[in-house]
């Protein structure tokens, strides 16, 4: 397993295809008369992931996998996002999904498409998966 999103695993032999870490910083502009503008720091942008899938026929059904990553993207869910390795990277939400279709069949079904998977760090609050009843017991 390369990393995991979730319960979402990407393998790297079958999925995955390339991750970009973006990491960026917010300056405020200030105009000033016949002089050019000063920049003011800020602080640091949210932290930008961006993963690069393969769903090929060979080794998957690219529709089911396609529409599993939409519908927890639909769930608007923030998720653990952890390498293979264990290096935690933080939560995120996923903020785009993209895809490219580079092969079908000649009857137009689907053998091959790439997908480009946005994620935005998620710094509010992670909602809990507590099981336990609040309050009183009921008998």
């Known amino acids: 397993m390369f990393a995991q999103l979730g319960d979402i695993k990407f393998e790297l032999i079958t999925y995955f295809n390339g991750l970009t870490e973006t990491v960026s910083y ?3 502009q200030h ?12 602080g640091k942008n949210l932290l930008e992931e961006n993963i690069k899938l393969n769903f090929h ?26 390498k293979g390795n264990g290096e ?27 997908v480009d998977l946005r994620l935005r760090e998620y710094t509010g609050k ?11 017991k009921k008998k």
Do not use: H, M, W
Request: charged share 35%.
């Open 31 to 42: 105009e000033r008369i016949e002089n050019k503008p000063l920049l003011q720091f800020l």
């Open 57 to 82: 026929r060979s080794f998957c059904i690219p529709e089911d996998e396609l529409k599993n990553l939409v519908e927890v993207a639909d769930k608007a869910e923030p998720l653990k996002f952890i």
């Open 126 to 136: 992670i909602p809990e998966d507590d099981e336990t009843e609040k309050g009183f």
């Open 26 to 28: 917010n300056y405020a």
């Open 88 to 114: 935690y990277i933080g939560v995120f939400v996923i903020e785009e999904i993209g895809k490219t279709v580079e092969q079908t069949s000649a009857e137009g079904d689907l053998l091959s498409i790439q």
